[in-house]
């Protein structure tokens, strides 16, 4: 059997193929070992053709998310400045945008995340691929301590975010975005760069 090449009849068809297949290679075995020339062979195009309509892996990535945000591109912005005040600045940018519209989305995929399996493999990988990676990486933290630092940092930020706009377990919902950053950037300060306690100690 030869695998048809280039355009599939209906683009409309053939971007649903690439991104239903797509869907699967990432939940099924991560963003690190999905690959691009197998995403296109399980959707039945040339590999070209899923450059063609979404770019990058990290882009379709994003497009199987339905992402309202691209960390690459808020991510760095948001943790420039001085390294001793980079905690506030991650837990005031998850903040600005699960109070912004974009945060609509992102709580829908959030919910689907807490009762179906692919959805939470998918959410993730783009929490953890995406955007703490991102941070870890723009950080400069030791590559040996990053998967650690960054598991400890999504604690604060899953538990903020499943308090304050799942469960809105009051008065977090009503309370002012500086008071949290405040209140919260410390912990998340200290997960990034404090000295990690030792197993069992």
Known sequence: ????????????????????????AFAEKGFDHASVRAIAADAGVDAALVHHYFGTKDKLFLAVMNAPINPAEIVPQALQGPREQ????????????????AGTAALAVFRS???NEWTARLLREFV???VLRRAVAELAIDPVEAPL?????????????????????????????????????PNVQRFLFDPLPAAGG
């Open 1 to 24: 059997m030869v695998r048809r090449s280039g355009r599939r009849p209906g683009n409309q068809d053939t971007r649903s193929s690439i991104l239903e297949a797509a869907r699967n």
């Open 86 to 101: 980079a905690g506030e600045r991650l837990v005031r940018l998850v903040l600005s945008i699960w109070d912004s519209p």
């Open 113 to 115: 995340a807490l009762s």
């Open 128 to 130: 953890v691929v995406q």
């Open 149 to 185: 630092r960054a598991g400890l940092v999504a604690t604060q930020m899953a538990g903020l975010i499943v308090t304050r706009y799942v469960l809105k377990v009051e008065p977090l919902p009503s309370t002012d975005p500086e008071l949290l950053v405040a209140a919260i950037g």
